[in-house]
């Protein structure tokens, strides 16, 4: 079959690799129906070093099940399940509290050696506890959506959740990525009463707005914060959802929260240490965050999307085979694309 591998900064190839096949007794087969690739596929795109081996792409899918291990149970052959990007068990401690991303048997999809997404097909770890079955046709028209369940979506209903987004707050997006854009539908969806996002790409400004942004910040640094306390009455946002993973976007956020507010991380953090601690601190700032546990989402989000209520597929602005992957990787690494979908 063929799957997407990196081999280093830049170097994303589309090549033949053998099929993938039940390994453990609780695995399953998927056939990939529809993947995409991640803004956090192009922190790799840019660092990664040369590899021999390379590693297999992608964590977002949306599949059908060709096959199951002796030890499944509730995942069926021929069902549609989504993907989410880590695998879980489903039973332990932290799964059961919601928390299916610190599970004691967590491990990421395309990372570490593991098979990607970005191919015809892959190998799932603990099918019972990580997949989720969709009664819906692999054909079906908001295939999109559902895609964005995998990850952005939720990770997006997470920044809101940990920013304690309730009616009537004042909230901040730092980043107009994907997630970003999934973050102001999240912050709508919770009934946040005015949705700021600081971004400066034109196209997803105009997106953002269509999905429930009420103001745009395009300036960054102290400027950006000053106009987001003239836009909140002087007093910063009640939640502030960090969607990039900088150390200026912290830093962004520590200024432009309300004191008693609170930041919801989810941008994968590429500093050591987090900035402005004193200021943080003064603030009373609630900050939280981490790798959005989405299993636990599908859930509360499925309904929503088949209904129509919320529309995340829209941050897909582009569609390639699995053969163009790497002009995918191209053009959203050159901001030419806000997320591009899969279909292989
Ligand atoms: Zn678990």
């Known amino acids: 079959m063929r799957a997407t591998i990196m081999y280093g900064a830049g170097d994303v190839r589309v090549e033949n690799v053998p099929d993938p ?29 040369p590899t021999e081996t390379g590693q297999s792409m ?28 880590a695998f879980s068990d489903g039973t332990c401690a932290f799964c059961q509290e919601g928390l299916h991303t610190a599970c004691i048997h967590v491990g990421f999809i395309g990372n570490r050696g593991m098979n990607g997404a970005q191919a015809e097909a892959l190998r799932i770890p603990l099918a019972d506890g990580t997949l989720y079955p969709i009664d819906v046709n692999e054909n079906d028209a908001r295939m999109p959506g559902l895609l964005t369940l995998s990850d952005v979506m939720g990770t997006g209903h ?67 914060a000053t106009r987001v306390r003239e836009l909140t009455a002087g007093l910063g946002a009640h ?32 500093y050591p240490t987090i900035p402005d601690a004193g200021l943080m601190f003064y603030k009373n700032a609630i900050v939280g965050g981490g790798p959005a546990p ?30 163009e992957v790497p002009n995918g990787y191209r053009a ?9 979908l899969v279909a292989p």
Do not use: N
């Open 158 to 224: 997470h920044a809101a959740l940990l920013a304690r987004v309730r009616p009537g707050h004042r909230v901040v997006v730092v980043g107009d990525g994907a997630v970003g854009l999934c973050g102001v539908i999240a912050a709508k969806r919770l009934g946040a009463d005015q949705i700021i996002l600081m971004g400066r790409h034109p196209d997803r400004i105009a997106l953002a707005r269509e999905l429930g942004a009420t103001d745009i910040v395009s300036e960054r640094g102290e400027e950006g």
């Open 332 to 340: 959203m690494d050159a901001r030419q694309s806000i997320k591009v």
């Open 294 to 323: 989405v299993r636990a989402y599908i859930e509360a989000l499925l309904p929503d999307v088949l209904e129509g209520k919320i529309e995340p597929g829209r941050v897909f602005d582009r569609s390639v085979s699995l053969d």
């Open 58 to 85: 992608g964590h977002e899918a949306v599949g059908v099940v060709e096959a199951v291990g002796r030890d499944v149970t509730k995942i069926k052959p021929r069902q549609v399940v989504i993907m989410p990007f």
């Open 239 to 270: 939640s502030v959802l960090e969607c990039v993973g900088t150390a200026d976007a912290i830093k962004t956020c520590t200024a432009i929260v309300r004191p008693g507010g609170a930041i919801g991380r989810v941008g994968v953090p590429h």
């Open 21 to 49: 096949s039940i390994i453990a007794p609780t695995d399953a087969v998927v056939r990939v129906v529809r993947a995409c690739i991640c803004g956090s596929d192009l922190w790799p795109y840019h660092d990664m070093a």
